[in-house]
């Protein structure tokens, strides 16, 4: 990992360099008399360049992520909030060095997403005590099984991987201690194939480790602050957009344009959910479908607002009401919550945290439209509740953005 840390420092202390030489061999000023728009332009293009490049690494830390995705749109927000700073505080700006060095910054966190890939991977050595083929199926992880364990050998660059379960030799016990004591981190197995899935292992868990999925509490409290008021700054948007909304779907269907149903909640209550109506309307006492059982009775303006999500932007009510967050595992129907209760082990508790507009689940599986995959979207919700953070919630966000712009998961 120092080894890592020392190629990143290098490389973007040379990104600096460069993107502070482009910026001013393209502004226009005379040698050795530098205007204070260029001066104040060049340096708020480097504070953002150092701000993204500590932002960059902690949303991608996963192993499902691939970083070259993710930097244009940390960078479009990091610019986005600068130029909110720069309009309220009225400092003087070149718009050309700006856009200048917005580009070349992109540019050169582009090239060394390539170049540092390699350095990136996670290069790991193993007790073969347990099944390390889907490890080495992972780009992101260099996996090499030990025979030898009479020293410590080269190939334990990040961590030594066994499983911590199994009975282990006095050769192999040894080893392990060993490496403890020469601060080489150990992982349990199953931690790493947690990383490498981004699910939490159901079928390994038990009552006992419950208590490693509680979510950081003092996040929770920040949680709801932020998701607020970025709801509240976004409304000069979404509202004319609901308002849209809800005249073209009274416009196609007879109708209400809202649609409000039961699910159930954090700690097993039942609220009331906003949606804009995506169906035609169902007969009264009809029996609870998965939406992938009821696409005969989607509208053509239901079709285009379930794509974009569009649909989904009257729960930032159900958020501001304290009954959702913006981010966390999907709200179910009661009828569902019941039936999955009963077929999956520890279901309840992903009801632990506040239900969310979207979600890691969501983002990396898609749509759950049976008892085997939402067993499958149980393990992932268990992962978020598990590794609450901001920068997991971010990550989300900017997957939720590529599912807007694909379709992936919307139904």
Not at 17 to 24: E, K, Q, R, T
Not at 216 to 230: A, D, F, H, T
Not at 285 to 313: H, M, P
Request: charged share 20%.
């Amino acid at each position: 990992m120092k080894k890592l840390l020392g190629h990143s420092i290098i490389a973007h202390g040379l990104g600096l360099i460069i993107a502070m030489s482009y910026m001013l061999l393209t502004s226009p000023f005379d040698f050795g008399k530098l205007p204070n728009t260029v001066e104040n332009s060049v340096l708020i293009c480097l504070i953002g360049y150092l701000i993204s490049a500590n932002i960059i690494p902690r949303i991608t830390r996963y192993l499902l992520v691939e970083r070259k995705y993710y930097i244009l749109p940390v960078m479009t927000t990091v610019y986005a909030v600068i130029m909110a700073v720069i309009l309220l505080t009225r400092i003087d700006y070149s718009r050309p060095v700006l856009i200048h060095g917005f580009f070349i910054s992109f540019l050169i966190f582009y090239g060394l997403s390539f170049f540092l890939k390699e350095k990136r991977k996670l290069k790991l050595a193993a007790i073969n005590n347990f099944n390390i083929d889907d490890l080495q199926a992972n780009k992101n992880i260099q996996v090499q099984a030990l025979v030898d364990f009479d020293r410590l050998p080269s190939e334990v660059h990040d961590g030594l991987v066994v499983d911590l379960h199994k009975k282990l030799s006095v050769e192999q016990a040894k080893f392990v201690a060993d490496c403890s004591i020469n601060n080489i981190p150990v992982f349990h197995s199953e931690s790493i194939r947690e990383m490498v899935e981004g699910k939490v292992q159901t079928s390994h868990l038990s009552e006992n480790a419950i208590g490693s999925l509680q979510p950081n509490p003092i996040y929770k409290g920040l949680k709801r602050v932020w998701e607020s008021i970025l709801i509240i700054a976004t409304f000069p948007i979404t509202i004319p957009v609901m308002l849209l909304t809800a005249i073209l779907i009274k416009i196609e269907n007879p109708g209400p344009a809202m649609f409000i149903q039961e699910r159930i909640g954090q700690g097993g209550k039942p609220f009331r959910i906003f949606k804009f109506r995506s169906m035609t309307v169902r007969l009264q006492n009809a029996k609870s479908k998965f939406a992938t059982e009821e696409q005969s009775r989607v509208t053509r303006v239901g079709k285009v607002i379930r794509k974009v999500r569009i649909d989904e932007l009257p729960q930032f009510f159900n958020v501001l009401r304290g009954e959702m967050s913006l981010i966390g595992p999907r709200p179910e129907q009661e009828s569902f919550v019941k039936q999955f209760e009963e077929e999956i082990p520890f279901y309840g508790y992903r009801h632990m945290v506040k239900p969310g507009i979207t979600g890691w689940a969501q983002t990396v599986q898609g749509y759950a439209d049976d008892t085997e995959s939402t067993t499958e979207k149980l393990a992932h919700d268990l992962y978020y509740i598990k590794h609450l953070s901001f920068w997991l919630d971010m990550n989300i966000v900017i997957k939720t953005i590529k599912t807007m712009l694909t379709g992936f998961g919307a139904k």
